[in-house]
């Protein structure tokens, strides 16, 4: 089992950056698959990007490819989201999720709380 807490969200404005960070306990956090999901206001939750347990593959939504960047340091059972050239329409709750599964984009097993960004115009 491993808990997850996300830090690093905040209030910017539209063209600036903002790095999320994903903390997570246990020593087998080398093992899980990371995945980063958003949730604005009255839509669902869809994914946003997604790294594999070694860090050899990620993944993007389209909607954030090429401004959003996932990473992850097994040393310090961490994963990231930089994400550069915010959008208004990138206002959410963020949440990471970590599986063991093949899949990346959906069937995650463990859910942090959240952290919001709010992206002014």
């Known amino acids: 089992q491993v808990q997850l807490v996300e830090s690093g969200g905040g209030l910017v404005q539209a063209g600036g950056s903002l790095r999320l960070s994903c903390a997570a306990s246990?020593?087998?956090?080398?093992?899980?698959?990371m995945g980063w999901f958003r949730q604005a206001p009255g839509k669902e939750r869809e994914f946003v990007a997604a790294?594999?347990?070694?860090?050899?593959?990620?993944y993007c939504a389209d909607s954030v490819k090429g401004r959003f960047t996932i990473s992850r340091d097994n040393a310090k059972n961490t994963v990231y989201l930089q994400m550069n050239s915010l959008k208004p329409e990138d206002t959410a709750v963020y949440y990471c999720?970590?599986?063991?599964?093949?899949?990346?984009?959906?069937?995650?097993?463990?859910w942090g709380q959240g952290t919001q960004v709010t992206v002014s115009s």
């Open positions: 999720a970590a599986n063991k599964r093949s899949s990346l984009r959906n069937a995650y097993d463990y």
């Open positions: 246990g020593r087998t956090f080398s093992t899980y698959n």
């Open positions: 790294i594999r347990w070694s860090g050899g593959s990620t």
